[in-house]
């Protein structure tokens, strides 16, 4: 892989972390390592909150609702798919895996941090610009579909 | 094994970005647009590390992904202010109060 050229750098010696080496070491048998078991199981749960997301953003009648479903399950399913796809990735225990790792740690920290500032902002935005949230009873304007009753 | 789940992974993402590619065509007011854009912004920073992950160069694709998440994030903050500042403005008035204070505190 790529990770050789980096290698060379810093000496190429690995850290030797008893039971993740030794989790990374056993395989199943269809090859699998349990970290990688645990990077996919991440992922599919990532991959279910997306899904409630983008269901959520395509049915739901408002603005502040669709809001809603976007920026809770749009923030948990990236962090879930990132810190996933760490695992998946963290099979050899050297620098440079870990340096891949913190890189990813650093992602998911920015988006956990940035996520919901930027809902925050579009939210206000939003309500000082006066759209009307959907009320019982009444149809709303911004709804997508104005069914009669 | 794990490379036909990264595969699956990232054809659920783009699929699962389809919806909020809808919200975005008829979106009714211009902040639906705007929230969909973020979403489909925040997976393209993931679904570049899955891509990331299936080439064998997550080494780089790290750095595409964060790079694009900060412009994401930029552009969105970018654009809900400039959609906040166009109303706003016009409904300022507590200057316009402290005048007629002072005239009164001066007649009295």
């Given at each position: 892989m790529s990770m050789d050229v980096a290698d060379s750098f810093v000496g190429g010696f690995s850290f030797d972390f008893g039971f993740l080496a030794e989790a990374s070491a056993?395989?199943?048998?269809?090859?699998?390592?349990a970290l990688d078991v645990c990077g996919m199981v991440m992922v599919s749960v990532g991959l279910v909150f997306f899904l409630g997301a983008a269901v959520g953003l395509y049915r739901f009648p408002d603005f502040y609702t669709r809001m809603h479903a976007a920026g809770k399950g749009d923030t948990l399913s990236s962090l879930l798919i990132l810190l996933g796809f760490g695992l998946i990735t963290l099979d050899d225990f050297s620098m440079v895996g870990w340096l891949l790792v913190v890189k990813l740690l650093a992602i998911v920290l920015f988006i956990m941090l940035t996520s919901p500032t930027s809902t925050h902002a579009l939210m206000r935005a939003g309500y000082e610009d006066g759209v009307e949230p959907v009320t019982k009873g009444s149809s709303s304007k911004n709804t997508k579909k104005e069914v009669e009753s | 094994m794990t490379e036909g789940f990264t595969v699956f992974a990232g054809a659920a993402l783009f699929v699962l970005m389809l919806p909020a590619l809808y919200r975005v065509a008829v979106?009714?007011?211009?902040f639906d647009r705007l929230v969909a854009v973020n979403v489909i912004g925040t997976k393209t920073a993931v679904l570049l590390v899955v891509i990331g992950t299936l080439f064998g160069r997550l080494d780089m694709f790290v750095d595409f992904a964060l790079a694009y998440a900060l412009l994401n994030f930029v552009a969105s903050l970018a654009v809900a202010r400039y959609l906040n500042r166009t109303r706003s403005t016009?409904?300022?008035?507590?200057?316009?109060?402290r005048t007629p204070r002072k005239k009164k505190a001066k007649a009295s």
């Open positions: 056993k395989t199943t048998h269809a090859g699998l390592s | 979106g009714p007011t211009s016009p409904e300022r008035k507590p200057a316009k109060r």
